[in-house]
């Protein structure tokens, strides 16, 4: 199994910055594609960010292109969300998330960090 723990949520102010960092450990040699999901209230879970094994690949969901920034590094087995010019639309619980194959879904999830972002 993998286990991923999410941690650096908190209350910021809108147009402020934040920093969300995953660990991973366990069966981590099963782990390829790594991201970020997040859930706002009452809303389904949507895509944040995927970033591949080796980095070369990285993928934004246009709300949030040219202001997060997700960086992995797998020596320590960790990937960051860098949130700059965060807005109270970005308020939601955000989930990191890893994938068992190269471009596969997401099957390992952490338990949630939350991130408030107010006016």
């Known amino acids: 199994q993998v286990q991923l723990v999410e941690s650096g949520g908190g209350l910021v102010q809108a147009g402020g910055s934040l920093r969300l960092s995953c660990a991973a450990s366990?069966?981590?040699?099963?782990?390829?594609?790594m991201g970020w999901v997040r859930r706002a209230p009452g809303k389904e879970r949507v895509f944040v960010a995927r970033?591949?094994?080796?980095?070369?690949?990285?993928y934004y969901a246009d709300s949030v292109k040219g202001r997060f920034t997700i960086i992995r590094d797998n020596a320590k087995k960790t990937v960051d969300l860098e949130m700059n010019s965060v807005k109270p639309e970005d308020t939601a619980v955000y989930y990191c998330?890893?994938?068992?194959?190269?471009?596969?879904?997401?099957?390992?999830w952490g338990q949630g960090t939350q991130v408030t972002v107010s006016a």
């Open positions: 366990g069966r981590t040699f099963s782990v390829y594609d």
């Open positions: 970033i591949s094994w080796s980095g070369e690949e990285i």
């Open positions: 998330a890893a994938a068992a194959r190269v471009g596969g879904g997401f099957v390992y």
